[in-house]
Each structure stands twice: as C-alpha cells, then as structure tokens.
C-alpha cells in the first residue's frame, strides 16, 4: 500500500513538472470562437503577451491587438458591444474579469478610428450609454495639468511613465525628466545647432563645438542618471560630418571631407574606421552596399525598413505593425496595420516631424508643433518647448529601464 502510495506521489510530481514546462515554454495559441454573431480569430504570442483578435461580423471585419499578461489564458473576450452609427461600426470589447482594455473602435471605408478621435455627436452621446458597461470617456482623454518649468519649456508631469527616461536638448546640454528633473551641462556657452549629435538606447552623443574646424572628441551622456564621459578619435573628423545611425549602442558616422565612415562604439569608448570610400555601408535592417554619392548626400539608416506597403510617405514595421505616414498639409496623418492582415488600418496621430519618432514596445513618442506626446491608445502630451517654433532642431530622446 505504501509502494502504491509513493508511486501515485512520484508519478504526481512528474505530471505537474511536465505540465509547468509546458506552460513555461507554450509559444501561444491560435483559436476560433464566437460570442454572439461575432467570429473571433484570437492568436496569442507569449513572447511579447501580444493578443491579435480578427472579429468578423456579417456586415464587416475588425481587428486589433492588445499587449497585457493575461497568463495565457484563451477566449479572453467576453462580451462586444456593437452598434452602427452614421456609417460607422463601433466596437467595444469587453474582457476577462469585465475589464475594458481599449477604446471603442469604428470601422468605416476599411479605417478604424478610436471613438475619441471622432468629431460626431451621435457617437459622442452614444458614448455616454456605455457607462453601465465600465466605459469612461474620461480615460481616452489627456487631463494632465501643466508645470511651467521656464518661459520657454513645459511639462505634464503626471503623464509620465513609470521606468521611461525623458531627455530634451538644450542649447548647453539636456533636460532630463525622470521623476526628477536636472539639467546637464556640456557646453559653457550656447550651441544653437548641433547636426552632430544623437539619441540611442540610454545615451545622448555630440561633437566637442567647442572646436573650430575639425575635432576629436565626442561627449556622451546617460539619460538615466547625467553621467559623462567623452570619447577621443585619433583621428580629426570635419564637422561636414553626419550620423547615419545607429545599432544599439554603436553610432555611425560619415566624413564627407575624408569620404570615411566611422563607428563610434559606446560600451567600448572607442571611434574606429569603419569604411572607406570604396568599401561604404548602409543599414536597412540588414547591412547593404552605399555608393559614395549617397553617402555625401546623407543617407541616413533605416532600422525599419519595409517595402511590403506602397503609396505612402514612409512605412516603418515595428514588431507585429506596421506604421504608415502620409503628408498632409503641414503634418503627417500616421496609420497603423497589424501584419496579419494589412488592408485595414487604425488612425493614431499627426506628428509634424516624422523622423522624430521612438517606438518603445506598445508606446510611441512623437513630435507635433512644438510639443512631444506618447501615444498609447490615446495620444498623452510630454513635454513642451516654445523654442521648438524657432529652431527645430532641438531633438528628444527617450529610454525605457
């Protein structure tokens, strides 16, 4: 009877051992249910926790994807809330536990815009009666009271995020906004254009403007705490210089006066020679040949290189998105598609500066005017600097610990 007991014991313990190492290295699921007249198409990839839902109706489909550790569980809408209006098809999903994750999506011409986005009275009021639900309004909308900092610079303090460190150019160094904010000094006097210089992982990088035709040395600040450190080249770079980009912590540089192309390496504090002129690279998510005459003209990196969408202004693809901006007017109208299926696409925001964008996991930083925002299913301002109207060139960074 005892053997039989420590056998059913042993036999218990390897059932559930097993059993957690298949949790532990389940890579998701793929399943197909119904809740009401809807079709739900859920995948889950345990990677990054990434829902990706495509609902089909009888008059229309919908999809989006939420970011959220729900522990793998399956089927985790439990209800949707449905009406058409004015041409529009509204969905509100609910979840596990009657938790509301997203804003209302409506769906019209193969364009999904969040409910908050939409200046039309009949959905606005519609809007109202979804309070019994768990909806609020108030959530899709920036409340953040602002902090005058100087007479040119504003904050929303209570729209940061908890472990994202902010950084913002200054004529002498950087602001930086952790929670606690400081000034860093790199410069005695003002330096009102810095071509030179570069946001990447933790780090900010310069030239030494202190110099007159040609330097050595390149200052490096990180944005987490305001350390400095300076890296010397033995060679002279011109400031007809440009950076290309970067991988990581490693930035690249070319010397249109040399035709040289430099890697200045972060962890090893060190500038080395990375090309010459016949031998010249770029990076487009893989490295590539780059003739001389792109380079001089300033080819710069594009780590998110994409050619599977045309017709607009630029397309990034980001993890399982892509991000499509095309020129209006003064500004840019940026869309967002999930790579399963890249014909319907989401409205999120206009940025007047496209090449200022920072994609960190669900959330993205941009430029509009003179303010910085983080969009994360609802566009949330940051910082604004007024001398952003006068020089542009003043840039901003972002690292998430």
């Not at 957690?20 to 889950?44: A, C, R, S």
């Not at 970067?246 to 540089?253: F, M, N, P, S």
Request: proline share 1%.
């Amino acid at each position: 009877m005892k053997y039989l007991l420590k056998t059913l014991i042993v036999f218990t313990i390897i059932f559930l051992a097993l059993k957690g190492l298949l949790f532990i290295f389940d890579k998701g699921h793929q399943i197909t249910y119904n809740v009401g007249n809807f079709k739900i198409e859920e995948t889950l990839t345990t990677k990054d926790n990434n829902y990706y839902f495509n609902i089909t109706h009888e008059n229309f489909k919908i999809n989006f994807q939420i970011n959220i550790n729900y522990h793998k569980s399956d089927k985790i809408i439990k209800k949707l809330i449905y009406k058409n209006i004015d041409g529009y098809h509204c969905l509100l999903p609910i979840f596990n536990n009657k938790e509301i994750l997203t804003d209302v999506l409506c769906l019209k011409n193969n364009e999904i815009t969040y409910a908050h986005d939409i200046n039309n009275q009949n959905i606005k009021e519609y809007l109202k009666t979804l309070n019994k639900y768990g909806y609020n309004q108030n959530n899709y909308k920036d409340s953040a009271d602002p902090i005058k900092l100087s007479n040119t610079q504003t904050i929303y303090q209570d729209n940061f995020l908890e472990n994202h460190y902010l950084a913002m150019e200054t004529y002498k160094g950087l602001n930086l906004f952790n929670g606690n904010e400081s000034t860093v000094k790199i410069f005695e006097n003002d330096i009102y254009t810095k071509p030179i210089s570069y946001f990447t992982d933790k780090y900010y990088i310069v030239a030494d403007y202190t110099a007159n035709y040609n330097f050595k040395i390149f200052h490096v600040v990180n944005i987490i705490n305001g350390k400095q450190i300076d890296i010397r080249s033995y060679d002279d770079i011109s400031f007809d210089s440009y950076i290309e980009g970067a991988i990581g912590t490693d930035i690249y540089l070319f010397d249109r006066e040399t035709n040289q192309q430099y890697k200045i390496s972060i962890e090893d504090e060190s500038v080395t020679e990375f090309h010459d002129k016949n031998n010249l690279e770029t990076y487009n998510g893989k490295w590539e040949k780059m003739t001389l005459s792109d380079a001089i003209n300033g080819k710069t990196f594009n780590n998110y290189y994409t050619n599977d969408i045309k017709d607009y202004d630029k397309v990034d693809k980001v993890g399982n998105y892509y991000y499509m901006y095309q020129k209006e007017n003064d500004h840019y109208k940026v869309y967002r598609a999930d790579i399963q299926n890249k014909k319907i696409k989401t409205y999120l925001f206009n940025t007047t500066n496209p090449n200022n964008i920072i994609y960190l996991d669900d959330t993205i930083y941009y430029q509009n005017k003179n303010t910085f925002y983080y969009y994360q299913n609802a566009s949330y301002k940051v910082i604004t600097n007024t001398e952003l109207e006068f020089n542009n060139d003043l840039s901003f960074g972002v690292y998430k610990k």
